[in-house]
């Protein structure tokens, strides 16, 4: 838009007080005003969302930026059974999670469901968990907005000079 498409209504002493837009910059700037309707307010965590199958996890990214933690909400679910590639890191830690009660069977919908909220050191173990395979969880995890984890600038190093 150019600076001179907007016109100024200025106070007795030149204050600028009001301006005038042209309609279509008054319409994005309406547009604009609902998109921040839609973000997660203060103190409260975006929500991102992995669908796998017929699986749905969701959960949020904790900790630093460039190297975040994940915490998958309760009642998300995860596939019953892992691909014979998957890490036994990866195997043990679900083993783990069925034995302290973390997650449990849902014969219903035939997977097994988190029983609480569970934090992990990382996005991708967090996926890897649920999908029982080795996913890239910057990638899988998105938010409402259809932002992957990395898109919203997570897992971005800081260059060094």
Not at 30 to 36: A, E, G, P, T, V
Not at 90 to 105: A, C, H, Y
Not at 106 to 120: A, I, K, L, W, Y
């Amino acid at each position: 838009m150019k600076s001179e498409s907007v016109k100024f209504i200025t106070d007795k002493n030149g204050n600028r007080q009001y301006a005038v837009v042209p309609y279509h910059v008054y319409e994005e700037l309406l547009r604009l005003k609902d998109l921040f309707k839609n973000v997660a307010p203060l103190g409260s965590h975006e929500i991102y969302t992995f669908t796998i199958r017929h699986l749905k996890a969701e959960g949020y990214p904790d900790g630093i930026r460039s190297k975040p933690g994940f915490t998958v909400i309760k009642d998300s679910q995860a596939a019953l059974e892992t691909v014979a590639s998957t890490p036994l890191h990866i195997k043990e830690l679900r083993e783990s999670l069925l034995g302290d009660g973390s997650l449990t069977l849902d014969p219903e919908n035939n997977c097994f469901v988190f029983s609480r909220d569970v934090h992990f050191l990382s996005p991708s173990t967090a996926a890897a968990i649920v999908a029982g395979n080795v996913r890239n969880g910057l990638d899988v995890w998105i938010n409402r907005e259809g932002f992957t984890l990395k898109r919203s600038g997570y897992g971005v190093k800081k260059k060094k000079i």
